[in-house]
């Protein structure tokens, strides 16, 4: 009976350990390829609004991300500050990834803090920033 129980035990701690090993540093998947890559919403070193409901982030790793709101982020290109943070609050540690929902809050002087939801549609390759029109260049 002790030998039944053993095997599903070792089978379940075989596959944590297996979850839990390295996965290339610095939080990033170790195969992150350009449709799967990550950032940090307190890494983002400057942002820019795009067209309607559009953001583009650009991360200490000097990638821009993409990203496109569900509706609600207005002044998007009137704001100075922003946070942008996991919309699964922060079960992924607070890494943001292409495909993910974030939340965008917008902080006012007058007016209620504003938040909204918006997708990380993708990364921009260096010859799509550089199309990018200036007022839309993080």
Not at 55 to 84: K, M, P
Request: hydrophobic share 40%; proline share 7%.
């Amino acid at each position: 009976m002790t030998r039944l129980l053993t095997y599903p035990a070792v089978t379940a701690a075989v596959a944590l350990t297996a979850s839990c090993a390295p996965n290339g540093g610095m939080g990033m998947p170790a195969a992150a390829g350009p449709e799967h890559q990550c950032f940090y919403g307190d890494q983002v070193r400057n942002f820019r609004a795009g067209g309607v409901g559009q953001l583009y982030i650009r991360s200490i790793r000097n990638q821009v991300f993409e990203l496109n709101s569900s509706g609600g982020c207005t002044d998007l290109d009137f704001t100075h500050r922003l946070a942008i943070t996991p919309d699964v609050g922060g079960l992924a540690g607070g890494r943001i990834c292409t495909g993910d929902w974030a939340r965008i809050t917008l902080p006012a002087s007058s007016a209620p803090v504003r938040s909204c939801r918006a997708r990380v549609s993708r990364v921009l390759t260096e010859a799509e920033i550089a199309a990018l029109p200036d007022a839309h260049r993080p």
